[in-house]
């Protein structure tokens, strides 16, 4: 599980927020925006306008949350409507919010966010179509919006996810982690137990597990993260021979041969970092995690394997 750490937030909050807002504002539909307002004054929840809803931070979200469970009302016509006001924002085609005359949809918003692999899993690319206003991914709701239709538009509800990691999480109740959450620092991360000593041909002597806080164990569990993961021995298994084979002495040697060669195109290797994402075949930086599938994973099996000098 990996953050989300948006770049001009500030815009793209403003952005979100004033599309939808402009929508709502118009002749035909100023009275629904109206109703929604008055109902969320009248039952004294946290944010006093649908606008500030829009832009909630996640602490902020989960305060609502409370708030809407204390209600034990019918909701009415115009926050159901929000839910319906989603479905037409998650295809661009169908999307009726525009930023600076452009569509703005489910397309726009995940490219906005820079995601490019699934926050949950780290397993499974969620690039757009390039061209296409289409995009591979889906849009989780960390609340989901059949019994929160409030928090159906939220900005920072809306997680940029894979199918399996979305479909399996569905509604399963559970505190399900936000990525947008920087207030989170401990997060889980992968363990490597060496069963046996042919571990370079046997992958039952490898053994794969995510570690974790008590507070994701009912998302990794309903998300099968576990399990998921106990069927990519083999890069683990892979990163074990790399190491071995890529020994200290000749990792030297070779960042400073190839650092002194310019061809065409550029530097071959800049540092000893940008020798390492490219053995590893990933970005090993937590920064870099969205970039590219399996890089948690391989980045901590890999500094954990370069504390054990017994492996």
Not at 70 to 75: A, H, S
Not at 126 to 146: A, C, E, M, Y
Not at 159 to 173: F, Q
Not at 202 to 222: A, T, V, W
Request: hydrophobic share 35%; proline share 5%; charged share 25%.
């Amino acid at each position: 599980m990996i953050p989300i750490r948006i770049n001009k937030i500030v815009v793209f909050k403003t952005d979100h927020q004033k599309s939808i807002m402009d929508y709502m504002g118009a002749p035909s539909r100023r009275s629904r925006l109206t109703a929604i307002d008055a109902w969320l004054r009248r039952n004294g929840i946290i944010k006093q306008t649908f606008a500030e809803v829009l832009i909630a931070t996640p602490s902020e979200i989960k305060k609502i949350v409370g708030q809407l469970n204390g209600i034990n009302r019918t909701l009415p016509a115009s926050i159901l409507d929000i839910e319906k006001l989603y479905g037409k924002f998650a295809y661009e085609k169908d999307t009726p919010f525009k930023i600076g005359g452009n569509k703005y949809g489910g397309y726009t918003f995940v490219r906005r966010t820079g995601v490019t692999v699934c926050p949950y899993c780290n397993r499974n690319y969620v690039v757009n179509v390039p061209n296409s206003k289409k995009r591979t991914s889906q849009l989780d709701h960390i609340w989901g919006k059949d019994k929160y239709p409030l928090l159906a538009l939220s900005l920072f509800n809306l997680v940029p996810s894979c199918g399996p990691c979305n479909h399996s999480k569905g509604a399963t109740p559970g505190d399900y982690y936000n990525p947008y959450d920087a207030s989170i620092t401990n997060l889980p991360y992968f363990y490597l137990t060496l069963l046996g000593s042919n571990f370079f041909e046997d992958l039952d002597h490898l053994k794969i597990e995510l570690r974790y806080p008590s507070g994701f164990k009912s998302q990794i569990e309903n998300m099968y993260i576990n399990n998921l993961y106990t069927e990519h021995r083999d890069l683990v298994q892979e990163i074990l021979k790399k190491k071995r084979i890529y020994t200290s002495v000749y990792s030297k040697q070779l960042i400073k041969q190839m650092s002194n060669i310019k061809p065409l195109g550029g530097l071959l290797l800049k540092d000893t970092a940008d020798f390492i994402n490219l053995f590893l075949g990933t970005y090993i930086s937590p920064e870099e995690f969205h970039k590219r599938p399996f890089s948690k994973l391989t980045s901590e099996i890999w500094r954990q394997i370069l504390k054990n000098r017994k492996i």
